[in-house]
Every structure is written in structure tokens, then in C-alpha cells.
């Protein structure tokens, strides 16, 4: 089984081919062709983490679309004092499908 570790902004995602991969916002058009950077190649029983090897790996991606994530709900209340606040947030996210690793 061959699958890769790519980098997309702070976090790192296995992917293989054919997997559908939440990201953090990326300014692509639905339908587009992306490229990862690879960090991590398993191929079979040989791993390859050298850096030079990794420049010549290019894993492609099509966006599949933008989406936004579940709310989060931020609260802060001190005792006593009568300090209470309230903030949301929902995350800014696009979904990708690994087209090829090679």
C-alpha cells in the first residue's frame, strides 16, 4: 500500500489515493489540481524520508469544495467579580481528494 504524509499549512494529513481530506482554507476554485508537499513516502516496505527523494514526490489533489466547520462555543466567567463573556467560532475549511502520489 502506498500512502504519504503532506503538509497543509500547521497540521500534517496520511493521505493515499482516493482520500477525501479536510484542509484548513485554501485559495483554490472547486475543480482545481493541487499539489502537497510530501513530508513522509511509504512505499511498500521502503520508507522514504530524505528530503531529496521527498522534492521529486508530488502528491495531486482536486478541491472538492469549501466548507465551514462545527461552532465552537468560547466562554470565560470569574467568580465574584461579575466577568462573563461569550465568543463563537466556526473554522474556515476546504475538502480535497488525492487524485495520484507519484
Do not use: C, F, W
Not at 44 to 55: I, N
Not at 67 to 75: N, S
Request: glycine letters at 8%; charged letters at 30%; hydrophobic letters at 40%.
Amino acid at each position: 500500500m502506498v500512502y504519504a504524509v503532506v503538509r497543509s499549512g500547521a497540521r500534517q494529513e496520511k493521505v493515499s489515493v482516493g482520500t477525501i481530506v479536510t484542509l484548513d482554507r485554501l485559495k483554490s476554485a472547486e475543480g482545481e489540481t493541487i499539489t502537497l508537499p510530501a513530508l513522509l513516502l511509504v512505499d511498500g516496505e521502503k520508507v522514504t524520508t530524505d528530503a531529496a527523494a521527498l522534492a521529486k514526490v508530488k502528491v495531486s489533489a482536486k478541491v472538492l469544495g469549501d466548507l465551514r466547520g462545527p461552532k465552537i462555543i468560547i466562554q470565560k466567567y470569574k467568580n465574584k467579580t461579575g466577568y462573563k463573556t461569550r465568543q463563537g467560532h466556526r473554522q474556515d475549511l476546504t475538502r480535497v481528494q488525492v487524485t495520484e502520489i507519484k
